[in-house]
């Protein structure tokens, strides 16, 4: 069983700042990927920033620039912080990993937090 636990989000004007942290558990052999995805009201679920075990980064056209990704493989962590918040960033945000477990090592497979709310006001 591998779980993904969030924290951090909440309320914030725009311009403020904001910090996500996701820590995954469980029976994890290794992991290949992890990041975070949103998805507002309406809309689909979207990718903001993803970093893969490598180190190589991918960040939303939307968010370059303002929030940064960070793992620390060694604790099985990422977190997200988020500068110059924007009414537009509010969304349900989600940590999502690329895990494989140690009863099933050739394979990876997505695995997703439970998603905590950040709300930007104007």
């Known amino acids: 069983q591998v779980q993904l636990v969030e924290s951090g989000g909440g309320l914030v004007e725009a311009g403020g700042s904001l910090r996500l942290s996701c820590a995954a558990s469980g029976s994890i052999f290794s992991i290949n990927a992890m990041g975070w995805y949103r998805q507002a009201p309406g809309k689909q679920r979207e990718l903001v920033a993803v970093e893969r075990s490598g180190g190589s980064t991918n960040y939303a056209e939307s968010v370059e620039g303002r929030f940064t990704i960070s793992r620390d493989n060694a604790k099985n962590t990422v977190s997200l912080q988020m500068n110059n918040l924007k009414p537009e960033d509010t969304a349900v945000y989600y940590c999502?990993?690329?895990?494989?477990?140690?009863?099933?090592?050739?394979?990876?497979?997505?695995?997703w937090g439970q998603g905590t709310q950040v709300t930007v006001s104007s």
């Open positions: 999502n990993a690329k895990i494989a477990t140690k009863t099933n090592i050739y394979s990876s497979y997505n695995y």
